[in-house]
């Protein structure tokens, strides 16, 4: 198992930026897919972006231009970056790592993968 914690959220301005940041212990990302969860209050998870044991990345295409992810081996960390806030980004951000495929949607931090506590993004016009 991997042990995440993510960092970075907090209340910020709409049209600024800010970067979240998911470190690992316990355990590498090496062998899993790690991706980044958006959960709007009593919804399920929304794979907003990824990257894949191979590297390669996915954005989810109604936040593509805006957010970007990047991983830091030798920090053990993987980022996302969130440009141009709009109040829509507001929600809890979790960062999850899996040896399998992510799903796009499911229910957060139910039995499968392995999760950070979440931060919350608030953004404020």
């Known amino acids: 198992a991997v042990q995440l914690v993510e960092s970075g959220g907090g209340s910020v301005h709409f049209g600024s930026s800010l970067t979240l940041s998911c470190k690992a212990s316990?355990?590498?990302?090496?062998?899993?897919?790690v991706g980044w969860y958006r959960q709007y209050p009593g919804d399920e998870c929304d794979l907003v972006a990824s990257?894949?044991?191979?590297?390669?990345?996915y954005v989810r295409y109604d936040v593509e231009g805006r957010f970007t992810i990047s991983q830091d081996n030798a920090k053990n960390a993987v980022y996302l970056q969130i440009d141009g806030l709009k109040n829509t980004d507001t929600a809890v951000y979790y960062c999850?790592?899996?040896?399998?495929?992510?799903?796009?949607?499911?229910?957060?931090?139910?039995?499968?993968?392995?999760w950070g506590q979440g931060t919350q993004v608030t953004v404020s016009t």
């Open positions: 990257i894949e044991r191979n590297g390669r990345t």
């Open positions: 999850a790592a899996w040896d399998q495929d992510l799903p796009g949607r499911r229910l957060c931090r139910q039995g499968w993968g392995d």
């Open positions: 316990g355990n590498t990302f090496a062998g899993h897919n």
